[in-house]
């Protein structure tokens, strides 16, 4: 018979016990483990007077995880251990899927709704009128083709083994199971090869075959990737030029025809938005998180642009992000995104208001006037406010969709009632003169506050009932998340709680 959970967790405290520096008072140990053996593990000794955390790590949680979750029938555990120096221990173990947050004193974020994705401003709706773009051209795509295949051959010494043509059949199956017609210049292209077996002959990037999006969409980047912990705040911004594709990360009409398997992607663009161009070439994938790229307005011009030649440059520069510490510092009316670190307070942000911005982070500075946010079209704000400063010039802002606020004085919440597409709030940096209006959100799906707050939340009756994610921000055990993951109405029954000495 195997070892029980008790067992391991007497044995670990046995460990930290014989490892613990002097004057150690509490070790916590946090981790995650899964049932095929993957772990994250961390945890800390406190010692009075010890200004550094003394890290910690041991194998044996990683076993003591695996043993909960063998037991109880979980893919993946959540643990906490905390060890004295008298040799008692306590532990505290949960399933994994609704909880996020490994170090000692860590936030944590609880997912109550874990199929819950905000909307993104692209939409799914009908594509737009689009026609080819006058590059787009079928004959001078494969003459383009065989150039950088001869390109290829040059530096490699040998010519490259192409998959044999597509039929028009092939084409056309392929079509029908997309539901959207290819560009000329691409089928073309896919006419001479299906492909070229991962040699990465356009320029560096491997050609897929045209069957791989169509023939394995679990494989296809076409679902929105979205996590609370790093995403809460997500804001997808415009490509170069504005309103030439969607404001989305993944979209069926965005068709991967090359990679370099690395999770990105180049892509045709069959729903551009509505200044696009039928088969425009987009890049796409895990670098793109925050909204695609346009490359080229065609398959054409893009194998152009592999070949350098002339007047075959990006149609316009990369959407524009700052981060910098004074607003002085390359403002211009296609800055979509300002972090602001370490600026004398407080900061003036009438700079802004000769920008299209959509995002603004105020890092280690705050200031005493937002009504220069007012008529942008922000939609994530993380910033400080001195002393006195409110909320009110952010009244009936249309889209503010992600606000997470800091000061030290309380701040009047009435305002957030008015702003109609706010769906995320952290006010854990920050005292709330009256927490009431948190109820009275319906677009409300996050929430990131202190256990102080949350507490009062909570006695006051408070609670918000339609949050999708929370998070217990500031020094909270495993134990308090779970509290607060019941009093948001999840069961937590299957929790893990036992006591006990070396």
């Known amino acids: 018979m195997g070892l029980t959970a008790e067992q391991v967790a007497r044995e670990t405290a046995a460990q930290v016990a014989a490892r613990a520096p002097e004057g150690w008072t509490r070790c916590v140990l946090t981790g995650y483990a899964g049932a095929t053996g993957g772990h994250a593990l961390s945890g800390e000794y406190t010692v009075p007077g010890h200004p550094d955390r003394l890290l910690v790590h041991l194998p044996d949680l990683a076993r003591l995880g695996a043993v909960l979750g063998a037991s109880h029938g979980w893919p993946a555990t959540v643990l906490e251990l905390t060890c004295r120096p008298s040799g008692a221990f306590d532990l505290v173990a949960f399933p994994e899927g609704p909880l996020h947050g490994l170090d000692p004193g860590s936030n944590w974020t609880l997912v109550l709704e ?28 494969v003459e383009r083709l065989h150039a950088l295949l001869r390109q290829d051959a040059e530096e490699r010494g040998e010519a490259a083994e192409l998959r044999p043509p597509v039929t028009e059949e092939r084409l056309a199956a392929v079509e029908r199971r997309l539901g959207r017609a ?21 320029g560096g990037y491997a050609w897929l075959p045209i069957g791989w999006r169509a023939d394995a969409p679990d494989s296809a980047p ?18 170069r030029p504005a309103h030439t594709v969607r404001r989305r990360t993944a979209h069926p009409g965005w068709i991967p025809i090359a990679t370099t398997y690395d999770g990105d992607y180049i892509a045709v663009d069959l729903a551009p938005a509505a200044d696009g161009h039928h088969g425009q070439v987009i890049e796409i ?28 440059e990006p149609p316009d520069e990369e959407r524009q992000q700052l981060v910098v510490s004074t607003l002085d510092d390359g403002l211009t009316p296609r800055t979509q995104a300002v972090h602001l670190n370490d600026a004398p307070s407080p900061v003036d942000l009438a700079p802004l208001a000769t920008t299209r911005l959509r995002r603004l982070h105020l890092n280690r500075c705050a200031t005493a006037d937002l009504s220069p946010l007012a008529a942008l079209p922000l939609e994530d704000l993380q910033v400080g406010l001195t002393a006195g400063a409110d909320l009110a010039p ?4 249309p889209r503010l969709a992600s606000l997470a606020v800091r000061a030290d004085h309380p701040v009047d919440l009435a305002p957030l009632r008015t702003l109609p597409a706010l769906r995320a709030l952290d006010l854990s940096g920050c005292p709330a003169a009256d927490p009431a209006p948190l109820a009275e959100l319906p ?31 500031g020094d909270a055990s495993l134990s308090g998340a779970l509290d607060l993951l019941a009093a948001l109405g999840t069961d937590t029954s299957a929790a ?6 070396q």
């Open 285 to 312: 994938g895990t670098t793109f998180e925050d909204g695609p790229g346009l490359l080229a307005p065609s398959v054409t011009a893009w194998l152009g642009r592999l070949l350098e030649l002339p007047g075959a």
């Open 496 to 501: 893990v709680r036992l006591s006990g000495s």
């Open 182 to 202: 290819l560009p000329a210049d691409l089928r073309a292209l896919y006419r001479e090869a299906d492909g070229d077996g991962g040699r990465e002959v356009l």
């Open 114 to 141: 874990p199929d819950h994705r905000p909307a993104e401003p692209g939409g799914t709706g009908a594509d737009h009128p689009a026609v080819p773009h006058p590059s787009a051209d079928p004959a001078l795509a």
């Open 394 to 397: 952010l009244t009936g802002h």
């Open 443 to 473: 677009g409300l799906r996050y929430l990131a506050l202190t256990s102080p707050q949350w507490d009062a939340l909570a006695a006051a009756g408070r609670l918000p009932t339609n949050l999708a994610a929370a998070r217990l921000a």
């Open 222 to 239: 076409d679902r929105e990737w979205f996590d609370w912990r790093h995403q809460w705040d997500k804001v997808v911004f415009d490509a």
